[in-house]
């Protein structure tokens, strides 16, 4: 990784680019979605998933609101905070916090219920909820939250998930790999992928970024597979990006 002029020659020839403003939309007063791919009213047969990656929704949840008690199943569920304090409660006992710099992940299994509420009542709060397709089904649910250093993303690509409990980040029933990275202007990154056969789904959470040939804006995403490798220029000072290495077959 390093500061860089040159602009990449690499061309991603096997993508989907799903630019911010298709996304499916919401807004329930408390609650405001933006869908990437089919999920409750917004239904889109060509937007069901990409590999093993379901769900990927953008929410913002007014002061002191949230989602009631509900259940899962068979599903890995990622949560991000992006800005403010998400309140969780679950059928197995747990009672936490979450916030920026905290991930947290569930693997819903044999069955759970859980309700997310914004703590505060002066401000919203901002997070990414991803289902994943598991590699095993009706496993125990089970529970994982962590809080990163921030300061470790930073012109570089901090890995927040794996399937692996010894490494950095939660880990899930699946073999993928998260990686958040936030980017001075014209920085150069790459990522190797760490299992054949799989590919990579790029969520640029803020500023502009190139990725090999494609330029992308904030809340685009860019599903790559048949690659080993992808190259990353920042276009833009802060800029931040989550890439999720997933398995191409359900």
Same mark, same amino acid.
């Given at each position: ?126 997070? +990414?909820? &991803? /289902? ?7 496993? #125990?649910?089970?529970? !994982?939250?962590?809080? $990163? ?72 995403? +860019?599903? &790559? /597979? ?7 220029? #920042?276009?833009?000072? !802060?800029?931040?990006? $989550? ?8």
């Amino acid at each position: 990784m390093e500061k860089t002029d040159k602009i990449s020659e690499e061309t991603i020839t096997h993508h989907v680019l799903h630019k911010a403003n298709t996304r499916g939309h919401a807004n329930h007063g408390w609650l405001e979605s933006y869908h990437t791919f089919s999920f409750a009213n917004y239904q889109n047969r060509e937007r069901m998933n990409f590999g093993v990656l379901r769900v990927l929704n953008d929410d913002r949840v007014s002061q002191g609101m949230g989602f009631g008690k509900h259940p899962h199943d068979n599903m890995e569920i990622i949560s991000i905070p992006l800005e403010g304090d998400l309140e969780h409660q679950d059928s197995m006992g747990n009672t936490t916090i979450i916030k920026e710099g905290d991930i947290q992940a569930m693997s819903a299994g044999t069955g759970i219920f859980h309700s997310e509420y914004n703590k505060n009542k002066d401000q919203l709060v901002k997070f +990414l909820q &991803i /289902w994943i397709y598991p590699n095993k089904k009706n496993v #125990a649910p089970r529970y !994982d939250q962590v809080t $990163l250093d921030l300061k470790d993303r930073h012109n570089k690509l901090q890995q927040i998930l794996s399937p692996n409990p010894e490494d950095e980040g939660v880990w899930i029933h699946q073999d993928a790999w998260f990686h958040i990275g936030k980017f001075d202007n014209d920085f150069f990154a790459s990522y190797e992928l760490k299992k054949p056969g799989n590919g990579v789904y790029a969520f640029v959470l803020k500023g502009d970024f190139t990725i090999g040939n494609i330029a992308l804006n904030e809340r685009d995403g +860019l599903g &790559i /597979w048949d690659a080993n490798l992808i190259e990353i220029i #920042a276009n833009s000072a !802060d800029a931040e990006i $989550l890439l999720m290495e997933i398995p191409m077959s359900i």
